[in-house]
């Protein structure tokens, strides 16, 4: 079982930046691909951003290449998501998961963080 919990969003003017950071809680989180989805108002979720349980791989979606970072420190338990370049679309709200490999099926993931809210706005 693992617990996630997000934190770092807010409210950020168009080009701003924002880190977003995910404790995660329980046993073996070195074991598990994490990734970021979003969802916007009156929008389907989507993936954003993943990285490998080992950390050798990264993916991003097209929306957010050159913008956007994942990254990942096992030791501390805890995956972030750098935001650079921010635009008003990125509004929504992000959640932090967690699953067995890096895919953009959020049905694919066992463990969902509660969110936490991006707004880009001027």
């Known amino acids: 079982q693992v617990q996630l919990a997000e934190s770092g969003g807010g409210l950020v003017q168009p080009g701003g930046s924002l880190r977003l950071a995910c404790a995660a809680n329980g046993t073996a989180f070195d074991y598990y691909a994490m990734a970021w989805f979003r969802q916007a108002p009156g929008k389907e979720r989507e993936g954003v951003s993943c990285i490998s349980s080992t950390d050798d791989y990264t993916y991003y979606t097209d929306f957010v290449k050159g913008r956007f970072t994942i990254s990942r420190d096992n030791a501390k338990n805890t995956v972030y998501l750098q935001m650079n370049s921010l635009k008003p679309e990125d509004t929504a709200v992000y959640y932090c998961?967690?699953?067995?490999?890096?895919?953009?099926?959020?049905?694919?993931?066992?463990?969902w963080g509660q969110g936490t809210q991006v707004t880009v706005s001027s």
């Open positions: 998961v967690a699953g067995l490999y890096c895919n953009w099926y959020a049905t694919e993931y066992d463990y």
